[in-house]
């Protein structure tokens, strides 16, 4: 038999995504992604995002279901992201959450995106070690947390950017060099035949009295930008896989150097890696030999986990429900700029927050 069975959804930028999870264990994971569709325009459009969700929100049910081998009626969670995110595209999202929540008879629960991509972890891990130290790495989010149990206690912000996410840097100065959206992946692949060292890039906020867990990617672009610059400006194009490559071991730098001085100045034992910046090779690579090296243990989700999806957030909700968690109420809305204090995110339902 096993526990309750959670299916989870994620609608808050370019991908819909839905999984499904019971007891810690994946049933179902499917993912379609707009993507194409923004890459014309260099990077996603709200708009063209939502309505890609519309079309996609069945379907991807559907197959997620099929996957699972489950009707609606052996469904007894639903968890969706109701923040951060854009906007249309969460609303999409929370919709059909609620209209599923409510067809099935079964709770809803409102989870912040970057606690589902935390939670993807223990979809191949198992349960986190508590606590950990935890390195988020999105397009839109750098943090370094402390995360204790992750449905219980609120989470720990050691450091976050001061300016643009790391993977905002990579797709940054992916469009510099004239690479395709989006750009980390196009990054990782360039800087395959590219020297790490051709180009010194500088480390942002590592100098003795720098604060030791903040970020700052936002010097990274305007060094590779005028690097490019210099080039052009001498009649020359600068070698694009040498500039990935030095732009990748300077991101995987700064990253990881910071991650574990938190894991040794807090004495945590596991560092977790996680979001689509997760993905990247050298980040990867880096983590996993200054790890090795502190004795300080490393894990990284598969890369289909890695970039946004639905079993992420089903995770969270699997979670909630196992610790007894409030569910929303059918009017709960979405905050596109939540942060990142619970893994829970259930705001008040709009009439009592005007109330209030
Ligand atoms: O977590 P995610 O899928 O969406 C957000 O919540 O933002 O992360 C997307 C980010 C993008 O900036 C993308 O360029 C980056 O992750 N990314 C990568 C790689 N794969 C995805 N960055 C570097 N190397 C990769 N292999
Ligand atoms: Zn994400």
Redesign the pocket.
Known sequence: MGGPVVLGIES??D?TGVGIVRDGKLLAHVVASSMDEHARFGGVVPEIAARAHLHAFNPVVRRALDEAGLRLSGIDAVAVTTGP?LSGALQVGLAGAKTLAYAAGVPLYGVH??AG?VAADTLEHGPLPEPCVVLI?????TSLLLVRDLVREPILHLGDTRDD????C??KV?RILGLP?????????AARDGDPKAVVFPRPLTRPGDDPYAFSFSGLKTAAARWVEQHRLRGAEPSVADGAAAL?EA?ADVLTRKALAACRAYDVKTLVV??????????RALAERRCASAGIGLRVPP?TL???NGAMIAAVGDLLVRAGAEPAPLDVTIDPSAPLEYACLTPLPAASTRAA
């Open positions: 808050s930028c991908e995110g995106h970057l991509h790495v999105s397009g839109g989010h996410a790391a993977g905002e990579f797709d992916a959206y989006p750009g980390g992946p196009a990054i990782d692949r990748q991101v996680v979001g689509g910046v997760a993905a990247n090779s050298r980040v890369m890695c970039t946004d």
